[in-house]
């Protein structure tokens, strides 16, 4: 009887732990993305023209190119020129810069590069998570510079934050 009691209270832990892991599914997400891979594999990405008033040359192509890396980089999803069941396609719609700080005699001392992406997200799998939808960042500078001296570097910040942005909307379904 020794014998059991020693061993009853150990062996009794061990099959409830066995059957709380067994009853649970743990599932960790290391890319924050959230997708069914079984029922969605591919993914079309379409050129995102830049129909804003001020255009920055480069500016559609490097939004784009960070869009496909982003979904590259944090999904197994296959890339397909079109009809992929997902679909993200859009416009970039406004690119400005506004004065956003005056000092006490009425100048401007900060400016603020703005981007507004217009994006189009279809899901075939599941129609009800299709959206269309308006993402916008900004970036404040020092109007010590021109807007040309920093314009490659806040870009870059920009369409990193608009991209998190879409890329959260579209598969990450916080």
């Given at each position: 009887?020794?014998?059991?009691?020693?061993?009853?209270?150990?062996?009794?832990?061990?099959?409830?732990?066995?059957?709380?892991?067994?009853?649970?599914?743990?599932?960790?997400?290391?890319?924050?993305?959230?997708?069914?891979?079984?029922?969605?594999?591919?993914?079309?990405?379409?050129?995102?023209?830049?129909?804003?008033?001020?255009v920055y040359a480069s500016l559609s192509s490097d939004f784009t190119e960070k869009l496909k890396d982003e979904f590259s980089s944090k999904t197994s999803l296959r890339f397909v020129e079109r009809d992929g069941d997902l679909q993200i396609s859009g416009d970039i719609t406004g690119y400005n810069v506004v004065s956003s700080g005056v000092n006490s005699s009425g100048e401007a001392v900060d400016s603020r590069l703005q981007m507004s992406v217009f994006v189009r997200f279809v899901n075939k799998v599941n129609s009800t998570e299709s959206f269309e939808k308006s993402f916008s960042s900004y970036q404040t500078f020092s109007n010590q510079y021109t807007i040309d001296q920093v314009q490659g570097e806040l870009n870059g910040l920009l369409i990193e934050d608009i991209v998190s942005q879409i890329f959260n909307a579209t598969v990450a379904n916080w």
């Open positions: 009887m020794v014998w059991s009691r020693k061993f009853s209270i150990p062996v009794a832990t061990l099959v409830a732990l066995l059957a709380l892991f067994a009853s649970c599914k743990i599932s960790y997400k290391f890319n924050g993305s959230s997708i069914d891979y079984t029922v969605v594999k591919t993914i079309s990405i379409e050129e995102f023209p830049n129909r804003a008033p001020l």
